[in-house]
């Protein structure tokens, strides 16, 4: 493939593959005409439905994997079958092939061979999984959400780096406003890992809008772009907000169900009903990237539909149209916050 | 006073006392005849509200303070000061006259006297802060929510059993489900502290239906009756909760509001918005417990109005009525937790 744009297709994970896949993709390369994309899994199967959308297959290199990733495999036993269509594809980006894979297929999986084969970026000590959420006005991303339930204060400095490149890049925020997650605004307030982190990452010159500490309820008002925090705390956040939106809407709607008078004011409602849904609908959300490795891996939703999976796709692209991995390198190239972090310690005695 | 059921209230806590605190007070003795109360405060200001209630006078006993804990008054600062009203007030159950004291005041402050004063109950490490929270079809309890950032399994353990006798004296529930709050359903999943914490706690033999772990989306629906976890992460998902279940609501206002059509339908949904705001409503959960001392303590919001400031005292009663500091010692008679975790980690080996 010419273009530099490519993006990298495990066809044949989630719930529908490869059907599903290929009309998320079709979605996707309408709106990103620039982007090429490698197909890996079943041919046959692949180019029957291909045949369906003439001008994806323009832009689509099938490539034919005999194996396939099932839920119930064990990350140990996965990462050894090399002829996987989740290998093939992931192993596409390690070759310089594709800027960013996008897979459906079991989390574990992904996780592990992403990690074996793509490797974390110099500098980087763990890589994190950030997602895409909606705020009041807009959007934000928060990490790590479940990568690493224990995290220290270099873990935290370094994931808010990559946040920063993550929503500028993904968002599009030219300056995104980073906030590390704790329970409390004062100083003292919350964990000494959190505290230490905001030392770092005053100290470390990056070139980042840091604004200290937000705590969880001031999240959906959009005080920040990037919220940062472990991996056990963010997955608790996570669930906790997907939860509570549920709920909310679902008691609404038990008791419209209850209410003659309000089955009656219903037609009146519809936009309000359509406005709420284009802001909170999950699949406008989709896609949860493992970010801190030589390649960017996006999971897509494994029920996810045909829109939602083109959502993962474009997030794919955006980030690989702006040379995200790189950027993460050359952030780093002129700071040690290792040695950031060991002087903050020393210092502390 | 000769009757046993005796709260003792600080009335110069929270943002308008005395008079909210005595309006609230009122509120609470209506629906709880058999209670008294003992009220610490400026005694002239006191009494001169207390006379627009004469039936609630009957029941109260008023007890003069000279001084006020404040808003930016240390903790270090308040437990050397005796003749303070929360001082007093909290006092009042050390010396046996109460079994419960309710304040609206600074709640580092409250912390501090009470722990001081009190005292943890024997067996227990520490103590933690619990709060009643609405689902979909009833109501549970959370707890830490922030007494402890750090937790290790044996505090996971004792915030289990205090827990789960907290739900059966507040929400009435002859046998909560006590669930572990964790990441993930699989055993392997989480922090190793939540799994010891799980073992300790089905070892025990404690009465009680622990069903394991939850995660945070299943909260809403009511799985659990009794969420367990650290005061961090239970303070970050009590405060992801409480910003998402506005951030919904505040959508759905701010949709309406642009929308002609919408406002034309409003009167139709008038009982929905009620019925949502009669489940939601934040004064209905007014109060966070401090629970694993010789005594109930009681923290009011501080911006609370009448209305919620009689929910926190309710819950007092109920607590005190069925004896909860007297079950949570009689429960641990039988069981050595501590003993216990030993055993597990030294199985571990």
Redesign the interface.
Known sequence: MSNNLVISIDAMGGDNSPRVVIEGLALAAKKNPDARFLVFGDSSRVNEILKEYPSLSKVCEVRHSPEVVRNEDKPSAVIRNRNTSMFMAINAVKQGEAQAVVSAGNTGALMAISKLTLKTIQKIHRPAIVTIMP??TGRYVMLDL?AN??CDALNLAEFALMGNVFAKHALDIERPRVAL?N?GSEEMK??EEIHQAAKVIKNSHLDMDFIGYI???????GKADVIVTD???G??????????????????K???K??V??K?????????GL??KK??DPRLYNGAMLVGLNGLTVKSHGAADALGYSVAVSNAISLARRNFVTTIREELEHVDLDELLQEILYDAY
């Open positions: 705020h009041r479940g339930t224990e997650l329970i919350g964990k705590e969880p309820h001031e999240i959906p008002e991996g056990f705390s997955n608790i956040a996570l669930k906790s907000i997907e939860g509570t939106a549920k709920l909310v809407i679902r008691l609404i038990d008791s419209v209850k209410s008078m309000a009656l004011g219903l037609p009146f409602m519809l936009g309000v406005r709420i802001t909170m």
